[in-house]
């Protein structure tokens, strides 16, 4: 799974690490939302895929990639066949990768934004963020119109170097939106930049019992990542572009040429064979988006000269 173990080392903990973490209960509001975007900057090919707005009754909403999430019966069945079996198998073959990685947090009701990604340590995943106390300048206008099932009405605002217009809703009494956007009067329901570069519309919605906002994997596994490790956002780009660039730098030294040697039981080639596959799925996961919704403060700059 890109979001950090690749699916191999999904295979391989799933025979270490079969017991689900308990928590305490929590329900949430779940918001489907279709994101339209352009992963690079010099080209016309557009992608799609449904992320989620989870609102918790813990004052909290989560924004993620649905993906995995959405694969967790099958991956249920796949995993508990292999544990019975006692054999791996290559689950990149059954597993659709995400898009995004990140998750983004936010704590109502003063709506504090954290950002949260994940490297490696070593074989360990670990949690990066970074806190914003963000607040938009929203132009509320009069027109309206219907997004879907739902009443709305226009806004525009300027925000990570983009221009743009949303669409928000008060038949949902929720502040909020996709990715870090909120402070309007109701759910957004429609937002996206005026080059169209981002484009999120909310597809539909349901009520989730028993909520986490973790895939069935990453409980397995208990592959959360842990205690957030908090940095500057200046501090969290640096680390993430430098395990964009060498996502196994932490893992390579703890692979002994004879463990690399090593045939895996159910699945073609070395322990080795597999970790190059890996890593340059990694690599081209993270090659594959050149154009953030943020542009970056030296970007703005350059645009301004």
């Not at 983009?162 to 759910?187: I, N």
Request: proline share 4%.
């Amino acid at each position: 799974m890109k979001k950090l173990f690749s699916v191999f080392f999904i295979a391989l903990f799933a025979f270490a690490s079969a017991q689900d973490s308990k928590e305490s209960k929590e329900t949430a509001n779940r918001f489907f939302y279709e994101l339209t975007f352009k992963p690079k900057k010099d080209s016309t090919k557009m992608d799609k895929v449904i992320t989620i707005l989870d609102i918790t009754d813990k004052n909290r909403s989560i924004y993620q990639d649905y993906t995995v999430i959405a694969q967790d019966s099958i991956m249920k069945i796949e995993i508990e066949a292999m544990q019975k079996a006692g054999m791996m198998k290559d689950l990149s073959k059954t597993l659709k990768s995400p898009k995004i990685s990140a998750r983004i947090y936010k704590s109502y009701p003063g709506m504090k934004v954290q950002y949260v990604d994940k490297i490696a340590n070593g074989f360990t995943p670990s949690n990066i963020g970074y806190s914003e106390d963000l607040k938009f300048n929203w132009n509320i206008l009069n027109d309206k119109q219907k997004i879907g099932e739902y009443n709305a009405q226009k806004a525009t605002t300027e925000f990570g170097g983009r221009k743009w217009t949303a669409w928000f809703s008060t038949d949902l009494p929720f502040q909020d939106g996709p990715y870090k956007f909120f402070g309007l009067p109701g759910l957004i329901v429609k937002i996206e930049d005026d080059q169209k570069n981002y484009s999120w519309v909310l597809q539909g919605n349901k009520k989730v019992k028993d909520y986490t906002e973790y895939s069935y994997i990453e409980n397995l596994m208990q592959a959360k990542g842990g205690k957030v490790n908090e940095l500057t956002r200046e501090k969290f780009e640096k680390t993430f572009s430098d395990f964009k660039k060498d996502p196994f730098a932490s893992i390579r030294p703890m692979m002994t040429q004879e463990m690399l040697s090593k045939p895996i039981p159910g699945m073609d080639g070395t322990v080795g064979d597999m970790v190059k596959k890996q890593e340059k799925q990694y690599k081209d996961f993270y090659n594959a988006n050149d154009n953030p919704i943020e542009i970056s403060s030296q970007t703005q700059e350059k645009k301004k000269k």
